[in-house]
């Protein structure tokens, strides 16, 4: 694969993402215009709830195939499974076709697993149809094995991927977060998805994971299989692409 292809490839993976506050529509609505008039298409945009009717009002989103992916339980992971379902029915209401949820980790990281298996079960019928990645926030939690306990339970529960992190903790993903989610994802008995987030903020930073993901997996990484998380990439990576182009 020539290096033009793989950063196609990569592009394809992107969910482009901006969860900053404070923020407002204006500048919402300019940083929409500018993804959907670039040449280069992401696998999709991932934005707070509220900002998803300006999503819908571009229709060139839909026509290139660009999902609107938004946030609940986000970013503690401390709210009820009811109040967080209830997040889910009123993004998906607004045009969500993505929903990020936050595993409730700090009862993982206590030991409640029971409660951590019904949240994730009550948050999968709430989406339905609609594609859900669960968030582990890998870098609050404090081994390995939590890591891969985490992994196991959003797998277990019928979600679609395992996303590392919020980025809104100190600590993003790791190389070794990386390493033990991909493992446990590679040994499940149906494909899941892995979405690297949380400090993916370079082109080799990108390329690394995939990488990291094809070995463990032996999977290729398609927009099904592997999305990358970023807020500042997009611009990077199209930039790169436009002079290859």
Not at 161 to 182: C, Q, Y
Request: net charge negative; proline share 4%; hydrophobic share 45%.
């Amino acid at each position: 694969m020539t290096t033009f292809e793989r950063l196609t490839q990569m592009m394809s993976l992107l969910d482009v993402t901006r969860l900053q506050q404070p923020d407002s529509n204006a500048q919402m609505q300019s940083w929409l215009l500018a993804i959907s008039e670039s040449a280069f298409h992401p696998a999709a945009v991932c934005l707070y709830p509220e900002y998803l009717p300006l999503f819908t009002r571009f229709p060139a989103f839909q026509t290139a195939g660009i999902a609107a992916a938004t946030v609940v339980n986000f970013p503690s992971g401390q709210q009820s499974a009811d109040q967080v379902c209830l997040e889910i029915a009123a993004a998906v209401s607004d045009g969500a076709t993505e929903i990020d949820c936050v595993l409730p980790y700090q009862e993982l990281m206590a030991g409640r697993i029971g409660s951590v298996k019904s949240f994730l079960l009550d948050v999968r019928q709430a989406c339905g149809s609609t594609l859900l990645k669960v968030i582990i926030e890998s870098g609050e939690l404090i081994t390995c094995q939590q890591v891969a306990k985490a992994t196991e339970l959003v797998i277990d529960s019928g979600a679609d991927f395992v996303k590392s992190s919020t980025g809104k903790v100190p600590v993003g993903l790791t190389d070794e977060a990386a390493e033990v989610m991909l493992t446990v994802i590679a040994g499940a008995d149906r494909a899941v998805g892995f979405k690297a987030s949380g400090g993916v903020r370079t082109i080799e930073q990108g390329l690394a994971f995939m990488e990291q993901f094809e070995r463990i997996t032996g999977r290729q990484a398609q927009p099904q299989s592997m999305r990358l998380g970023a807020s500042t990439l997009f611009q990077e990576l199209s930039a790169r692409l436009q002079q290859r182009a």
